[in-house]
């Protein structure tokens, strides 16, 4: 058998789904027509006391206008270069996540080093240029130009990404620009008017308008990005299409609600849901990165099943003979050792229904609730037990139990190459003429192991020329290292390659 057969088999690929959905958004105005002896109105209603509620457009326009006026100038266009024949654009991101509208399979050609090889949008956040958008806009970079509403351009440094939420922060060099402050996403209501502010399809500056469509949505998208997915979406019919990720969706008074970043369509186009990062969960995210380097996130430290995921509670129930139900709320699979939950008292068998004020009714509402605190924070956990409530106060911790804030130099040689190793076993090697090996896992988007084209179940041979057999090897190899690594890898069609990267 040959190897590249082998390695197709051994190397197992993730399957994307494709969203799909579509609204339409219409109003029925009520006209009415006065004269001295009656008055007359449109659909009027048979019972003269009774009250309907007219749609009053009076006043919303001169706020569009407003809120575009303070909006179109922190908005940017963000170019993505890159040296990867496998980077994917922005385009290419929406052909994974909803379907390619031009059919067949998602274009891996390299573009030319003057052309970008993906394109986005940004939010000017502070006049001094920090400048928030998606992580899967900025993923790969070797150069990243910021393009204001003027014309004017930069190139940009990246501070930090967080693909558990998929925001990313960058900085230009540039005092007194135009910035977006900030609103209380908590405070965004279904059915307020809101306007989505971008770069879609080329057209720079473009301002779309709709309501919030609904608030707390979970569409498992940055699964696909995250081993631990915080997902919480803003839901709009304001129009969002290719090239609007990254960008701001403000409400009528001009003020940041949230960031654009996905569209539920069967064609790669707008076909009636957008969603948006919650400017709250955002913020925290940026402002995690400006100080520290990485995201300070809390973890209850629990393993669980999804009990509104009927098909999950199928398969569990399958595979471990048990008869639990589906329904609402998050029940504990296991508890890690001196994590938060065994800290406090929970036990596998117990059902998380709430978290503080936010009612848990599937895991991406214990997500949100949890991974948008720090670690160290304490949060009351309602659960079930036998049936009966209890609630708990649980303090949050990292996911290597610390309660204390890290900086990037408390990063471990895996967090900051971006990838996990485990080993491969010697009857392996020995068929496959390997004599050594380890198998990439857990490769973070946009990481330096993600950027030499390294991803889940490729296998690393050896780094800077040395052979590796476990992540301890790769771990001696780069500690305290901080020059160019280089590193051997093969791929899923049993191809070697040597790539390398500056060690962060």
């Given at each position: 058998?040959k190897m590249?057969?082998t390695?197709?088999?051994?190397i197992?690929?993730?399957v994307?789904?494709v969203?799909?959905g579509?609204?339409t958004?219409?109003?029925?105005n009520y006209?009415?027509v006065?004269n001295e002896d009656?008055?007359?109105?449109y659909?009027?209603?048979k019972?003269t006391?009774?009250?309907?509620a007219?749609?009053?457009?009076t006043g919303?326009?001169?706020?569009f206008?407003?809120?575009?006026?303070?909006?179109?100038?922190?908005v940017?266009?963000?170019?993505?270069?890159?040296?990867r024949?496998?980077?994917?654009s922005?385009?290419d991101?929406f052909?994974?996540f909803?379907?390619?509208?031009?059919?067949?399979?998602?274009?891996?050609q390299?573009?030319?080093k003057?052309?970008p090889?993906?394109?986005g949008?940004?939010?000017?956040?502070?006049p001094?240029g920090y400048?928030i958008?998606?992580?899967h806009v900025?993923?790969g970079a070797t150069?990243?130009?910021?393009?204001?509403?003027?014309?004017k351009s930069?190139?940009?440094?990246?501070?930090?990404?967080?693909?558990?939420?998929?925001?990313?922060?960058?900085?230009i060099e540039?005092?007194?620009?135009?910035?977006?402050n900030?609103?209380n996403?908590d405070n965004v209501?279904?059915?307020q008017w809101?306007?989505?502010?971008?770069?879609?399809?080329?057209?720079?500056s473009?301002?779309?308008a709709?309501?919030?469509?609904?608030?707390g949505r979970s569409?498992?998208?940055l699964?696909?990005?995250?081993?631990t997915?915080?997902e919480?979406f803003?839901?709009t019919d304001?129009?969002i299409?290719?090239g609007n990720?990254?960008?701001?969706?403000?409400?009528?008074?001009?003020?940041?609600?949230?960031?654009?970043?996905?569209?539920s369509?069967?064609?790669?186009y707008y076909?009636?849901y957008?969603?948006?990062?919650?400017?709250?969960?955002?913020?925290?995210?940026?402002e995690?990165i400006?100080?520290?380097?990485?995201?300070?996130?809390g973890?209850?430290?629990?393993?669980?099943l999804d009990?509104?995921?009927q098909r999950?509670v199928a398969?569990?129930?399958?595979?471990?003979?048990t008869?639990?139900k589906?329904?609402e709320?998050?029940?504990?699979?296991?508890v890690?050792?001196?994590?938060g939950?065994?800290?406090?008292?929970?036990r596998?068998?117990?059902i998380?229904?709430?978290?503080d004020n936010?009612?848990v009714?599937s895991?991406?509402d214990?997500?949100?609730a949890?991974?948008?605190r720090?670690?160290?924070d304490k949060?009351?956990?309602?659960?079930?037990?036998?049936?009966?409530?209890?609630?708990?106060n649980?303090t949050l911790?990292?996911?290597k139990?610390?309660?204390s804030?890290?900086?990037?130099?408390d990063l471990?040689v895996?967090e900051?190459i971006?990838?996990?190793?485990?080993?491969?076993?010697e009857?392996?090697?020995?068929?496959?003429?390997l004599?050594?090996?380890v198998?990439?896992?857990n490769?973070?988007e946009g990481?330096?192991?993600?950027?030499?084209?390294v991803?889940d179940?490729y296998?690393?041979?050896e780094?800077n020329?040395?052979?590796?057999?476990?992540q301890?090897?790769?771990?001696?190899i780069?500690?305290?290292?901080?020059g160019n690594?280089?590193v051997?890898?093969?791929?899923?069609?049993?191809?070697i390659?040597t790539?390398?990267?500056?060690?962060p």
């Amino acid at each position: 058998m040959k190897m590249t057969d082998t390695l197709k088999k051994f190397i197992p690929y993730a399957v994307v789904g494709v969203i799909s959905g579509a609204t339409t958004f219409g109003a029925i105005n009520y006209f009415n027509v006065q004269n001295e002896d009656s008055q007359f109105s449109y659909f009027a209603p048979k019972n003269t006391d009774a009250k309907y509620a007219s749609f009053n457009m009076t006043g919303v326009g001169d706020d569009f206008v407003k809120a575009s006026k303070m909006t179109v100038p922190a908005v940017v266009s963000i170019k993505n270069y890159s040296n990867r024949t496998s980077q994917r654009s922005e385009q290419d991101m929406f052909d994974l996540f909803f379907g390619n509208p031009f059919g067949g399979q998602p274009k891996q050609q390299q573009a030319p080093k003057d052309m970008p090889s993906g394109m986005g949008s940004g939010v000017i956040i502070s006049p001094d240029g920090y400048i928030i958008s998606n992580n899967h806009v900025i993923a790969g970079a070797t150069k990243l130009e910021v393009v204001l509403s003027n014309k004017k351009s930069y190139v940009a440094n990246l501070i930090g990404t967080d693909p558990t939420t998929d925001i990313a922060l960058l900085k230009i060099e540039e005092k007194g620009l135009p910035y977006l402050n900030f609103a209380n996403s908590d405070n965004v209501e279904v059915g307020q008017w809101v306007l989505a502010v971008g770069n879609p399809m080329g057209l720079n500056s473009t301002v779309t308008a709709g309501i919030v469509s609904a608030k707390g949505r979970s569409i498992d998208l940055l699964s696909q990005q995250s081993r631990t997915p915080i997902e919480s979406f803003i839901q709009t019919d304001a129009a969002i299409n290719p090239g609007n990720s990254g960008g701001a969706l403000v409400n009528p008074n001009g003020e940041l609600i949230g960031i654009n970043s996905a569209i539920s369509s069967k064609t790669g186009y707008y076909e009636g849901y957008g969603f948006a990062v919650p400017s709250n969960l955002a913020r925290k995210v940026v402002e995690d990165i400006k100080q520290f380097g990485l995201v300070q996130r809390g973890f209850l430290g629990v393993e669980t099943l999804d009990l509104s995921d009927q098909r999950q509670v199928a398969n569990y129930n399958q595979q471990r003979k048990t008869n639990l139900k589906a329904g609402e709320g998050v029940y504990i699979i296991n508890v890690s050792e001196k994590g938060g939950a065994e800290s406090a008292g929970l036990r596998s068998g117990d059902i998380i229904t709430k978290v503080d004020n936010t009612t848990v009714s599937s895991y991406y509402d214990l997500s949100f609730a949890v991974g948008s605190r720090r670690p160290g924070d304490k949060v009351a956990v309602t659960y079930l037990r036998n049936g009966k409530s209890n609630t708990v106060n649980v303090t949050l911790r990292d996911q290597k139990g610390g309660t204390s804030f890290r900086s990037k130099a408390d990063l471990t040689v895996t967090e900051k190459i971006g990838s996990d190793f485990e080993p491969l076993s010697e009857r392996f090697k020995t068929d496959y003429g390997l004599n050594s090996g380890v198998i990439a896992k857990n490769v973070a988007e946009g990481s330096e192991m993600a950027k030499i084209g390294v991803v889940d179940n490729y296998i690393v041979i050896e780094v800077n020329g040395k052979p590796v057999n476990s992540q301890k090897d790769v771990e001696k190899i780069l500690q305290g290292y901080s020059g160019n690594v280089q590193v051997k890898y093969v791929d899923e069609y049993g191809r070697i390659t040597t790539r390398g990267f500056k060690m962060p």
